[in-house]
């Protein structure tokens, strides 16, 4: 995940250098860079864990992730009641109809 970020911060100073100066940039490579990184995001975990100990609860109604020792009563964003422990690590995560 830490590889991805810095290189996914060294193309947007890329980017914003070229529109900055008007020098030019190569599509393709930019492309081929953006799927490097989306490849290693993909293959990292999901979740990462929380510093200090603590742990990641996630609402069951909205989603919001709040960190602690264990849930909150309430959800911050929605008032929901219902979390669930969310630090299990999933190298990938499928999201809508598939």
């Known amino acids: 995940m830490k590889e991805a970020l810095e290189r996914l911060d060294a193309l947007m100073n890329k980017l914003v250098e070229a529109d900055q100066t008007g020098a030019g940039i190569e599509p393709l490579r930019v ?10 995001l993909a293959e990292s975990p999901t979740v990462i864990p929380a510093k200090g100990g603590r742990k990641h609860f996630r609402c069951e109604s909205c989603g919001t992730v ?23 690590e999933q190298p990938f995560v499928e999201s ?3």
């Open 31 to 40: 492309a081929g860079e953006l799927g490097a990184i989306r490849h290693l």
């Open 66 to 88: 709040v960190h602690g020792d264990a849930p909150p009563a309430r959800c911050p964003t929605c008032g929901a009641r219902k979390f669930f422990a969310a630090d299990i």
């Open 96 to 98: 809508g109809a598939g």
